[in-house]
Protein backbone atom coordinates (compact mmCIF):
# COMPACT_ATOMS: atom_id res chain seq x y z
CA UNK A 1 0.00 0.00 0.00
CA UNK A 2 1.43 3.62 -0.89
CA UNK A 3 2.04 5.67 2.43
CA UNK A 4 -0.76 7.84 3.46
CA UNK A 5 -0.78 11.69 5.00
CA UNK A 6 -3.11 12.42 7.50
CA UNK A 7 -3.50 15.70 9.47
CA UNK A 8 -4.71 16.72 12.79
CA UNK A 9 -6.14 20.78 12.92
CA UNK A 10 -8.34 22.74 15.37
CA UNK A 11 -8.49 25.01 18.05
CA UNK A 12 -5.09 25.24 20.21
CA UNK A 13 -5.62 23.62 23.13
CA UNK A 14 -8.04 21.01 21.32
CA UNK A 15 -6.21 17.59 22.85
CA UNK A 16 -4.20 16.96 19.28
CA UNK A 17 -1.36 16.45 20.66
CA UNK A 18 -2.49 13.78 23.39
CA UNK A 19 -4.88 12.45 20.97
CA UNK A 20 -1.68 11.44 18.73
CA UNK A 21 -0.02 10.05 20.93
CA UNK A 22 -2.49 7.64 22.02
CA UNK A 23 -3.53 6.80 18.63
CA UNK A 24 0.29 6.48 17.46
CA UNK A 25 0.53 3.51 19.87
CA UNK A 26 -2.68 2.05 19.00
CA UNK A 27 -2.00 1.91 15.58
CA UNK A 28 1.79 0.17 16.27
CA UNK A 29 0.16 -1.94 19.00
CA UNK A 30 -1.52 -3.60 14.97
CA UNK A 31 2.09 -3.39 13.26
CA UNK A 32 0.94 -0.49 11.23
CA UNK A 33 3.90 1.96 10.20
CA UNK A 34 3.08 5.24 11.00
CA UNK A 35 5.43 8.52 12.19
CA UNK A 36 3.90 11.52 13.74
CA UNK A 37 5.07 14.69 13.59
CA UNK A 38 4.06 18.62 13.91
CA UNK A 39 4.17 22.02 12.77
CA UNK A 40 5.58 24.50 12.66
CA UNK A 41 8.23 22.03 13.29
CA UNK A 42 8.99 18.34 12.26
CA UNK A 43 12.82 18.97 11.28
CA UNK A 44 15.83 20.56 13.28
CA UNK A 45 15.39 24.04 10.81
CA UNK A 46 11.21 24.05 11.47
CA UNK A 47 12.10 23.85 15.09
CA UNK A 48 14.51 26.99 15.39
CA UNK A 49 11.82 28.49 13.18
CA UNK A 50 9.05 27.68 15.41
CA UNK A 51 11.01 29.23 18.67
CA UNK A 52 11.07 32.46 15.97
CA UNK A 53 7.22 32.21 15.33
CA UNK A 54 6.15 31.60 19.30
CA UNK A 55 8.36 33.38 21.33
CA UNK A 56 6.74 35.91 23.68
CA UNK A 57 9.77 38.05 22.76
CA UNK A 58 9.18 38.90 18.90
CA UNK A 59 5.68 40.66 19.49
CA UNK A 60 6.90 43.26 16.52
CA UNK A 61 6.66 40.03 14.25
CA UNK A 62 4.83 41.11 11.39
CA UNK A 63 1.94 39.32 10.08
CA UNK A 64 3.37 38.38 6.91
CA UNK A 65 6.63 37.36 8.19
CA UNK A 66 5.03 35.20 10.50
CA UNK A 67 2.66 33.42 7.42
CA UNK A 68 6.57 33.64 5.36
CA UNK A 69 8.12 31.96 8.23
CA UNK A 70 5.20 29.00 8.92
CA UNK A 71 5.77 28.42 4.92
CA UNK A 72 9.29 28.02 5.09
CA UNK A 73 9.42 26.03 8.05
CA UNK A 74 6.15 23.41 6.04
CA UNK A 75 8.41 23.50 2.70
CA UNK A 76 11.43 22.13 4.65
CA UNK A 77 9.17 19.24 6.82
CA UNK A 78 7.75 18.03 3.52
CA UNK A 79 10.77 17.90 1.94
CA UNK A 80 12.96 16.23 4.87
CA UNK A 81 10.22 14.47 6.42
CA UNK A 82 6.68 14.11 5.09
CA UNK A 83 7.48 12.92 1.56
CA UNK A 84 9.88 10.78 1.95
CA UNK A 85 8.04 8.62 4.60
CA UNK A 86 4.97 8.38 2.34
CA UNK A 87 7.12 7.39 -1.07
CA UNK A 88 8.67 4.76 1.78
CA UNK A 89 4.99 3.99 2.14
CA UNK A 90 4.71 4.56 5.88
CA UNK A 91 1.26 6.53 7.49
CA UNK A 92 2.24 9.73 8.35
CA UNK A 93 0.44 11.86 11.12
CA UNK A 94 1.18 15.52 11.16
CA UNK A 95 -0.37 17.69 13.99
CA UNK A 96 -0.96 20.31 12.09
CA UNK A 97 -0.29 21.43 8.13
CA UNK A 98 -1.34 23.65 5.48
CA UNK A 99 -5.07 24.32 6.98
CA UNK A 100 -3.83 26.17 10.28
CA UNK A 101 -2.24 28.19 8.11
CA UNK A 102 -4.78 29.32 5.82
CA UNK A 103 -7.05 29.36 8.93
CA UNK A 104 -4.53 31.37 11.54
CA UNK A 105 -2.98 33.75 9.24
CA UNK A 106 -5.74 33.77 6.42
CA UNK A 107 -8.27 34.52 7.98
CA UNK A 108 -7.13 35.11 11.33
CA UNK A 109 -4.71 37.66 10.25
CA UNK A 110 -6.68 38.44 6.92
CA UNK A 111 -3.90 38.00 4.67
CA UNK A 112 -6.41 36.19 2.30
CA UNK A 113 -6.80 32.50 2.12
CA UNK A 114 -5.74 32.52 -2.02
CA UNK A 115 -2.33 34.08 -1.08
CA UNK A 116 -1.61 32.30 1.85
CA UNK A 117 -2.16 29.10 -0.16
CA UNK A 118 -0.07 30.16 -3.20
CA UNK A 119 3.25 30.70 -1.15
CA UNK A 120 2.32 27.14 0.63
CA UNK A 121 1.56 25.61 -2.57
CA UNK A 122 5.10 26.73 -3.43
CA UNK A 123 6.92 25.45 -0.54
CA UNK A 124 4.94 22.24 -0.52
CA UNK A 125 4.74 21.78 -4.42
CA UNK A 126 1.26 21.20 -3.09
CA UNK A 127 1.10 18.33 -0.99
CA UNK A 128 -1.79 17.67 0.09
CA UNK A 129 -3.28 15.26 3.09
CA UNK A 130 -5.06 12.21 2.29
CA UNK A 131 -7.22 12.85 5.57
CA UNK A 132 -7.73 15.94 7.67
CA UNK A 133 -9.28 15.30 11.14
CA UNK A 134 -10.68 18.75 12.48
CA UNK A 135 -10.95 18.76 16.57
CA UNK A 136 -13.94 20.90 16.95
CA UNK A 137 -14.62 22.45 20.16
CA UNK A 138 -14.87 25.89 21.92
CA UNK A 139 -11.45 28.06 21.22
CA UNK A 140 -12.16 29.77 24.42
CA UNK A 141 -12.31 26.98 26.80
CA UNK A 142 -9.75 24.57 24.98
CA UNK A 143 -7.64 28.38 26.05
CA UNK A 144 -8.89 28.28 29.71
CA UNK A 145 -7.78 24.96 29.63
CA UNK A 146 -4.31 25.25 28.18
CA UNK A 147 -3.05 28.49 29.88
CA UNK A 148 -4.48 27.84 33.26
CA UNK A 149 -1.28 26.08 34.38
CA UNK A 150 1.39 28.13 32.58
CA UNK A 151 2.00 30.86 30.15
CA UNK A 152 0.99 30.81 26.68
CA UNK A 153 2.96 31.37 23.91
CA UNK A 154 2.60 34.27 21.43
CA UNK A 155 -0.06 32.81 19.67
CA UNK A 156 -1.72 31.43 22.11
CA UNK A 157 -1.47 35.22 23.45
CA UNK A 158 -3.56 36.84 21.13
CA UNK A 159 -6.93 36.61 22.81
CA UNK A 160 -10.45 35.14 22.21
CA UNK A 161 -11.10 37.66 19.05
CA UNK A 162 -8.50 36.32 17.32
CA UNK A 163 -8.90 32.74 18.54
CA UNK A 164 -12.53 33.07 17.61
CA UNK A 165 -12.00 34.58 13.85
CA UNK A 166 -9.46 31.84 13.57
CA UNK A 167 -12.26 29.31 14.56
CA UNK A 168 -14.94 30.81 11.73
CA UNK A 169 -11.96 30.52 9.49
CA UNK A 170 -11.78 26.86 10.02
CA UNK A 171 -15.20 26.76 9.49
CA UNK A 172 -15.35 28.34 6.49
CA UNK A 173 -12.27 26.19 5.03
CA UNK A 174 -14.08 23.42 5.82
CA UNK A 175 -17.40 24.27 3.61
CA UNK A 176 -14.70 25.90 0.94
CA UNK A 177 -12.86 22.50 0.69
CA UNK A 178 -14.73 19.49 2.10
CA UNK A 179 -13.96 16.56 0.23
CA UNK A 180 -11.03 15.12 2.85
CA UNK A 181 -12.43 16.40 6.15
CA UNK A 182 -13.51 14.48 8.60
CA UNK A 183 -15.20 16.26 11.92
CA UNK A 184 -13.67 15.11 15.11
CA UNK A 185 -16.35 16.19 18.17
CA UNK A 186 -13.50 17.19 20.59
CA UNK A 187 -15.84 17.72 23.46
CA UNK A 188 -16.35 14.01 24.04
CA UNK A 189 -14.00 12.57 26.95
CA UNK A 190 -10.17 11.69 25.52
CA UNK A 191 -11.06 7.88 25.64
CA UNK A 192 -13.63 8.93 23.09
CA UNK A 193 -12.36 11.02 20.91
CA UNK A 194 -9.22 9.02 20.12
CA UNK A 195 -11.14 6.21 19.39
CA UNK A 196 -13.07 8.70 16.69
CA UNK A 197 -9.74 9.78 15.42
CA UNK A 198 -8.12 5.67 14.88
CA UNK A 199 -11.73 4.67 13.48
CA UNK A 200 -11.34 7.71 10.68
CA UNK A 201 -7.67 6.61 10.02
CA UNK A 202 -8.26 2.38 9.89
CA UNK A 203 -10.90 3.25 8.04
CA UNK A 204 -8.64 5.18 5.38
CA UNK A 205 -6.72 2.10 5.38
CA UNK A 206 -8.90 -0.01 5.08
CA UNK A 207 -10.45 1.95 1.75
CA UNK A 208 -6.86 2.25 0.41
CA UNK A 209 -5.94 -1.25 0.59
CA UNK A 210 -9.86 -2.73 -1.01
Known sequence: MKGLFITLEGPDGSGKTTILDMVKKKLEEKNIDVITTREPGGTKIGEDIRDIILSNDNVALADETEALLYAASRAQHVSQVIRPAIEDGK??????????????????????????????DFGTKGLQPDMILFFDIDPEDTLKRKTADEAGDRLEN??????????????????????NIKIINARESIEKVS????????????????
Open 195 to 210: NQVLDSIEDLIDERRA
Open 158 to 179: EGNTFHRKVYDGYKELIDKYPE
Open 91 to 120: IVISDRFLLSSLAYQGVGRELGIEEVKMVN
